[in-house]
């Protein structure tokens, strides 16, 4: 599948950011990856470049050859820099991938609306914030929408697709061609809250953490029963501490104001207790259970 867009920013440089960053270059496009900081995007070229490995392996199994020049000329197709106003200038396409805090994502897209080519679409990777309120503050509201990725991004399938209030035609094609050739198989979406899947999944993890905050099962045994009884690959809090429990607390804080009377999206004691002592999930060593920092 062909698409118009050849230059892609990635805007934050963390899970998601890389990953955005990877499954562009895999496919051919230009990326410049941003992140204000250049340990993380040191880290990031570190694991983009073993997450290409073991697509290569994959791919390339009996030309390990191929596979080495597959990832050299991936990686050779990203670049990094801390400065997002600057590498929006040559870009296509913008996919913000920062912190879930509505004002910093205004703060940098009002930047980028200035700077940025006329023809150039920003798209947000917003887990559970409306794309309307998020473009509200650019004048290119024809050309913006949400590409919501799931993590880990080079192996998960699914892109949605958000059309806000006023994205042209134009622009949700564009986005729709762009995904698949990213590989990825699109839906559709309206902008409304978690769209589809994290509609379902965020409610589905915050029982989850409630109920081992009632102290009804173990984590271990919450985990297993939803592999083994339901056959989900994860269980529900390994998938808290996969995603991060300061990401999970960030989508339910912000239902929660917005959706006051919904005692789904209440406050849970637990989740707040452990984003307060730093126990964020894998990326902190530390979250319902324990990893190996990485
Ligand atoms: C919060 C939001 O807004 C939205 C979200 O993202 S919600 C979260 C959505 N994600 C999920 O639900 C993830 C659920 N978990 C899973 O699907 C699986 O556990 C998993 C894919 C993460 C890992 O699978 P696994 O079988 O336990 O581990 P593993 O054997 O290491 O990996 C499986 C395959 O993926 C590949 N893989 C895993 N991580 C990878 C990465 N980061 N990059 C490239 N390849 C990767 C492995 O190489 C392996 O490939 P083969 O089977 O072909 O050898
Ligand atoms: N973690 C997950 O499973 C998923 C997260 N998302 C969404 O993707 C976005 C990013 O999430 P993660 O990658 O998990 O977060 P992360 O914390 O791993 O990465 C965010 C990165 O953005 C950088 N950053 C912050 N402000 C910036 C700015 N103004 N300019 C440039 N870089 C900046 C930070 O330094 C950090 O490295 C959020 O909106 C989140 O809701 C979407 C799908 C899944």
């Known amino acids: 599948m062909q698409s118009a867009i050849k230059n892609v920013t990635v805007i934050g440089g963390g899970l998601m950011g890389s990953g955005i960053a990877q499954v562009s270059a895999q496919a051919g496009q230009n990326v410049i990856l941003v992140d204000l900081s250049s340990d993380v995007l040191a880290k990031s070229q570190k694991s983009i470049g073993a997450n290409l490995g073991r697509v290569a392996k994959k791919v390339y199994k009996d030309?390990?050859?191929?596979?080495?020049?597959?990832?050299?000329?991936s990686m050779a197709r990203i670049k990094t820099s801390t400065d997002p106003a600057e590498a929006a200038k040559s870009a296509d396409l913008?996919?913000?991938?920062?912190?879930?805090?509505?004002?910093?994502?205004?703060?940098?897209?009002?930047?980028?609306?200035?700077?940025?080519?006329?023809?150039?679409?920003?798209?947000?990777?917003?887990?559970?914030?409306?794309?309307?309120?998020?473009?509200?503050?650019?004048?290119?509201?024809?050309?913006?929408?949400?590409?919501?990725?799931?993590?880990?991004?080079?192996?998960?399938?699914?892109?949605?697709?958000?059309?806000?209030?006023?994205?042209?035609?134009a622009t949700y094609k564009t986005m729709m061609e762009w995904g698949k050739a990213v590989g990825k198989t699109c839906i559709t979406c309206k902008d409304t809250p978690g769209f589809v899947v994290n509609r379902l999944l965020v409610p589905y993890i915050c029982e989850a953490i409630r109920l081992y905050e009632r102290g009804d099962a173990s984590a271990r045994d919450i985990d297993t029963a939803m592999k083994l009884g339901a056959g989900y690959p994860m269980g529900p809090l390994e998938l808290a501490d996969y995603v991060g429990l300061d990401t999970n607390k960030f989508i339910l804080d912000g239902w929660h104001k917005k959706y006051p009377d919904q005692p789904l999206f209440n406050p849970i004691p637990l989740l707040d207790k452990l984003v307060a002592e730093g126990k964020l999930g894998v990326k902190a060593g530390e979250g319902f259970y324990k990893y190996d920092k990485k």
């Open 63 to 73: 030309k390990p050859q191929e596979g080495e020049k597959f990832v050299a000329e």
């Open 94 to 169: 913008v996919v913000e991938a920062i912190v879930e805090n509505m004002n910093v994502k205004h703060k940098l897209f009002s930047q980028l609306d200035a700077v940025a080519p006329n023809h150039t679409i920003f798209a947000s990777n917003t887990s559970s914030l409306s794309i309307n309120e998020i473009c509200s503050v650019v004048k290119r509201k024809d050309r913006f929408g949400g590409l919501h990725f799931f993590n880990p991004v080079p192996v998960m399938r699914l892109l949605e697709v958000v059309r806000g209030a006023e994205t042209s035609d």
